[in-house]
């Protein structure tokens, strides 16, 4: 989400301090939804107070590699099609609404259940299901959109 492996550190540690202060305070069953919860909030607010370009972007996709098929390494057509390919899908995903692309990150390629992702980022799971099903029709239309331009 930061982008960066030392301010991901620093928020590491703020989480770990809380967790370290609240450990009386919630709920262990629901343990990984509080932590998913605070990670989310302190990394919003770490790149709130940055104020820089990843207060736009806040969300890494460089996960979606591992999802994209027919990258085949003894091949290097298909290999530099599958890496041109992932980086339409990155570029396709990091320009999605904020809303979108959280729901869809945390989806998708974090593999969260609609129940967490509405825990996690506090809105009803109808609201999630919303989102989710407009980052992919957005994602769908740009795709093809580039495609298209492709082929002409």
């Given amino acids: 989400m930061l982008k960066n492996r030392m301010d991901a550190d620093d928020v590491t540690q703020e989480v770990l301090i809380r967790i370290w202060k609240n450990i009386g305070q919630f ?11 605070t990670t989310h909030n302190l990394c919003i607010d770490y790149l709130r107070k940055r104020n820089s370009d990843y207060s736009k972007n806040p969300f890494s996709v460089e996960d979606v590699s591992e999802f994209i098929e027919n990258k085949d390494e003894q091949n290097p057509m298909l290999k530099v099609e599958g890496e041109i390919t992932e980086l339409k899908i990155k570029e396709s995903i990091k320009i999605l609404p904020e809303s979108l692309k959280s729901v869809f990150v945390l989806y998708e390629l974090q593999n969260m259940k609609y129940k967490e992702i509405s825990k996690t ?32």
Avoid: G, H, S
């Avoid at 709920?27 to 932590?35: E, G, H, Q």
């Avoid at 980022?121 to 495609?147: F, G, H, S, W």
């Fill in 121 to 152: 980022l506090d809105m009803p799971i109808n609201t999630v299901k919303v989102y989710l099903l407009r980052a992919r029709k957005q994602l769908q239309n740009k795709l093809t959109e580039i495609k298209l331009q492709e082929a002409i």
């Fill in 27 to 37: 709920n262990i069953l629901a343990a990984k939804t509080w932590i998913m919860k």
